[in-house]
T-cell receptor, first 112, second 115 residues
Framework: TQLLEQSPQFLSIQEGENLTVYCNSS?????LQWYRQEPGEGPVLLVT?????EVKKLKRLTFQFGDARKDSSLHITAAQPGDTGLYLC????????????FGKGTKLTVNP | EAGVAQSPRYKIIEKRQSVAFWCNPI?????LYWYQQILGQGPKLLIQ????????DSQLPKDRFSAERLKGVDSTLKIQPAKLEDSAVYLC?????????????FGPGTRLTVT
């Protein structure tokens, strides 16, 4: 059973479109991170959210942590080809071990 | 600031052979992690070091995998003997310490193919 479920698994859109990807769990997390991974590279940290209901913005990317700290979403406005990559959510389960657990990721392709 | 370095970037071996990967974390980072990322999956933690001590190796297949960080800086991960299902990208990451484990910096990974 995957602790963090990401959806959709694959997403292919045109440049300029908006999109939202989701990261859901039945567990509560003390913190949740979003990473982007490009082919042949390691994941790069985009953001960390800690407080339930927290919203963080990074240029055209908006991250939200659910009120109950069980889920998160990533919204991209006016997607660009440079946004193409694998988006991974990861978190530390509250009351669990300190290790980071990852979802399977959403593979995003933005076509010019 | 230099990032996490890993070598080699690619390795192809036959099953039952041995292989070793090397990682040099960001300078000053006390915590080092080895992850296995199978195609289509997210990274899975294999082992976590704090300085030269093991913090968590609960998901390391100890019958064939070993890792060390003798001087608390760079680290090696070894597989002996390799199986076909070990084909994956092996990622090394580091963080300042355990308290900042939520902010990990990853190396480019080593892509292992076992034939």
């Amino acid at each position: 059973t995957q602790l963090l479920e990401q959806s959709p698994q694959f997403l292919s859109i045109q440049e300029g479109e908006n999109l939202t990807v989701y990261c859901n769990s039945s567990s509560v997390f003390s913190s949740l991170q979003w990473y982007r991974q490009e082919p042949g590279e390691g994941p790069v940290l985009l953001v960390t959210v800690v407080t339930g209901g927290e919203v963080k913005k990074l240029k055209r990317l908006t991250f939200q942590f659910g009120d109950a700290r069980k889920d998160s979403s990533l919204h991209i406005t006016a997607a660009q080809p440079g946004d193409t990559g694998l988006y991974l959510c990861a978190g530390r389960e509250q009351g669990g071990s300190e290790k980071l657990v990852f979802g399977k990721g959403t593979k995003l392709t933005v076509n010019p | 600031e230099a990032g996490v370095a890993q070598s080699p970037r690619y390795k192809i071996i036959e099953k039952r052979q041995s292989v070793a990967f090397w990682c040099n974390p960001i300078s000053g980072h006390a915590t080092l992690y080895w992850y296995q990322q199978i195609l289509g999956q997210g990274p899975k933690l294999l082992i976590q070091f704090q300085n030269n001590g093991v913090v968590d190796d609960s998901q390391l297949p100890k019958d064939r995998f070993s890792a060390e960080r003798l001087k608390g800086v760079d680290s090696t991960l070894k597989i002996q003997p390799a199986k076909l299902e070990d084909s994956a990208v092996y990622l090394c990451a580091s963080s300042l310490d355990l308290r900042t484990a939520y902010e990990q910096y990853f190396g480019p990974g080593t892509r292992l193919t076992v034939t």
